[in-house]
């Protein structure tokens, strides 16, 4: 099976943000989606060109288009998040980012009318009707199809310093699961999510997906939710590890981050580099510690077991790539990775507002929506760890 790569220009990129409806009096995830899509729609257009509908009717995903520039993007995103907003307000509706609702149950929730999503859901069934899950996706063009399976395989070496740079989904069902993503263990349900496969190359990528198409595993490679995949169709590679990030800040630091990596990876095979394949069990581990520990995660860091505090391989990566970052002219919002690092991620400023008011979810809420409109907060929080929730989440039991 011959999977054609339409090769991108360098380091193009291109950002998908998936956006919570929440209804502004109850705070709970309400379904709107199909409403405003339809009110937003230009004329004569099947759909809005950058605004699509997502598995859940409470959810809609924002796109850019191909720019070369994290500000580009940006601006890009903020365009149509206007439009999406206004549509919102009229309905009582505001929008927010971040892996998960804090307090909304997914069986509440209404699937999407796109037969994609419905056809999913008939398929996966319990798997895919609690993917009341939110995320950002960063795809990066690559020239060629020989250079996307080793980037890749690079990529899931900094894996953990993506998902506890934007750890966003303390929360689940009205419980504090103890995790900094939530997320990342709910999305691993999926039978074709996780952690890609070390790949030898595009030959070998080719091998596998016409296996599991032929075998009726999936339709097609979009089927494949790896935390970081090629993406033949549009010449990338897509990083998917990320929680929902609640701000334009947020987004820019992690686009940038992503950017330069490819950006540094494609020059590296340029010059005949061979680059890293990580062992699995590394990964796995990191993933875990990330995904449980955030930004306070201690990852390993070779195979004999050498750890160190991922904040501090964030601020050293950070170092490593402002050169690639002039260039790419991204170094602001690559310097907003280190002012994450300095107010907290998502997952400490949702527990530190939980806290400050007895636990009560609807202000972390009106938090996420704060900070959607006005971005990322100057004030460092404090220490936080998981917050005591109900008496049915003490015991274990379902919210």
Known sequence: MEIPFRSSERASLGVEWELQLVDLESRQLSPGATEILEEIRPEGAEEHPKAKHELLQSEIEII???????????????GTLAEVVAAAE??????????THPFSDWQDQLISPKERYQQLVERIQWLARRMQIFGVHVHVGVRAPEKAIPIVNALC????HFLALSASSPFWVGCDTGLASARTKIFEGLPTAGLPYQLSGWDEFETYMETLISTRAIESVREVWWDVRPHPDFGTVELRICDGLPTFDEIGAVAALAQCLVEQFDTQLDRGYTLPTPAGWVLRENKWRASRYGLDADIVVDEKGTV?????????????????????????????VLRVLEVGGSYQRQRAVAAAHDGDLRCVVDSLLTELRDGLPTEPVGPTGPIPGPAQCAGGHSA
């Open 90 to 99: 009229q309905r009582g509706l505001g929008l927010l980012c971040a892996g």
């Open 157 to 160: 070496q900094y894996l953990p």
């Open 64 to 78: 850019t288009g191909i720019c070369t520039t994290v500000a580009e993007a940006k601006a890009d995103l903020g």
């Open 308 to 336: 160190r505090p991922v904040r501090q391989a964030i601020a050293d990566l950070v170092e490593d790539l402002e050169p690639t970052a002039r260039r790419l002219d991204c170094s602001a919002e690559l310097a907003d």
